[in-house]
């Protein structure tokens, strides 16, 4: 799996759009970009993936650059119950289940 | 329906002792990944398990071991414990041996305390 790059740690204001970035300049054409999120004392929860195109679900928004070389996971309205860590993950879709996380990035939402 | 369902949820155990965690998977999955979460660290991937079969495993010394059962529920066994796998142990599985669109869905996990 390639190597991802986040931040440690973001905040964010209620109600606003949280964006958060992960590098992974070492990403091969059939690798997804998988992010996961989790809340303390929980264990992680899928979010959102994709390959190339931008994605969207009710969670949230994936954005992919062109060169996949990085993307962003936008969570529109933030609210304080999305206060967790998030998890950029890139893999094979054919070895999933046997990834590793990086530390992530802790986002807090304040009020 | 039941998410992915891990007992016990909180252990003590002793260095040198023996423990074995388990893992009940969302009923219709059929593959199943143990992983281990030092505090303040992601998870880090042991191993993979489909249709009874190791799919795969991470960099994790041989008293860590696994099976799954013809229920699809599986169990992650520990030997010679040191205080070093002191940790959250999570279960995640998913339908198909690769995990396709939807992920993994996780449990809540075992913390495991060595002392």
């Known amino acids: 799996d390639a190597k991802t790059t986040q931040p440690p740690s973001m905040d964010c204001a209620e109600g606003r759009a949280a964006n958060l970035p992960c590098n992974h300049s070492?990403?091969?054409?059939?690798?997804?970009v998988y992010w996961y999120r989790q809340i303390h004392s929980q264990g992680p929860q899928y979010i959102i993936h994709?390959?190339?195109n931008n994605e969207t679900n009710e969670m949230a928004s994936l954005i992919i650059t062109e060169d996949r070389k990085s993307s962003t996971l936008i969570l529109p309205h933030a609210t304080l119950r999305d206060t967790a860590v998030y998890y950029c993950?890139?893999?094979?879709?054919?070895?999933?289940?046997?990834?590793?996380f990086g530390d992530g990035t802790t986002l807090t939402v304040k009020p | 329906d039941a998410g992915v369902t891990q007992s016990p949820t909180h252990l003590i155990k002793t260095r040198g002792q023996h423990v074995t965690l388990r893992c009940s998977p969302i009923?219709?999955?059929?593959?199943v990944s143990w992983y281990q979460q030092v505090l303040g660290q992601g998870p880090q991937f042991i191993f993979q398990?489909?249709?009874?079969?190791?799919?795969g495993r991470g960099n994790f010394p041989d008293r860590f071991s696994a099976r799954q059962f013809p229920n699809y529920s599986s169990e992650l066994n520990v030997n010679a414990l040191l205080l070093g796998d002191s940790a959250l142990y999570l279960c995640?599985?998913?339908?198909?041996?690769?995990?396709?669109?939807?992920?993994?869905?996780f449990g809540s996990g075992t913390r495991l305390t060595v002392v």
């Open positions: 993950i890139v893999r094979i879709d054919t070895n999933a289940g046997k990834s590793t």
């Open positions: 009923s219709g999955h059929k593959s």
């Open positions: 398990y489909y249709e009874k079969e190791e799919r």
């Open positions: 995640a599985s998913t339908w198909g041996p690769t995990g396709s669109n939807y992920g993994y869905t």
């Open positions: 994709g390959l190339k």
């Open positions: 070492t990403i091969s054409g059939n690798e997804y």
